[in-house]
């Protein structure tokens, strides 16, 4: 059985940080690209941050460049997005997926609320 959890959400003023947790279980996805996106009320979800397999590759929405950081811990299973200086546009469900393919994402988690207030 493949579980994703989403860890790390809450409430914080804009200016303010929040790191998000992704923890993998059932299988290793060492070898699989890992990302997150994000749905606010009324919109539709969006693409905000990739990681490769290996790490050494990282990609960001042009809205979060600069404030955001993906990161992986291989030996934990575990992908986290670092978020810094939010602003309250960043306000959203927060989920995380595995790229299993070029562009196709699977196994997404339940999700953790961000929300940040002005």
């Known amino acids: 059985q493949v579980q994703l959890v989403e860890s790390g959400g809450g409430s914080v003023q804009a200016g303010g940080s929040l790191r998000l947790s992704c923890a993998a279980s059932?299988?290793?996805?060492?070898?699989?690209?890992m990302g997150w996106f994000r749905q606010a009320p009324g919109k539709e979800r969006e693409f905000v941050a990739a990681?490769?397999?290996?790490?050494?590759?990282?990609y960001y929405v042009d809205s979060v460049k600069g404030r955001f950081t993906i990161s992986r811990d291989v030996a934990k299973n575990t992908v986290y997005l670092q978020m810094q200086s939010l602003k309250p546009e960043d306000t959203a469900v927060y989920y995380c997926?595995?790229?299993?393919?070029?562009?196709?994402?699977?196994?997404w988690g339940q999700g953790t609320q961000v929300t940040v207030s002005s």
């Open positions: 997926a595995v790229e299993l393919s070029d562009f196709t994402y699977d196994y």
């Open positions: 990681i490769s397999g290996s790490g050494s590759t990282t």
């Open positions: 059932g299988r290793t996805f060492s070898s699989y690209g």
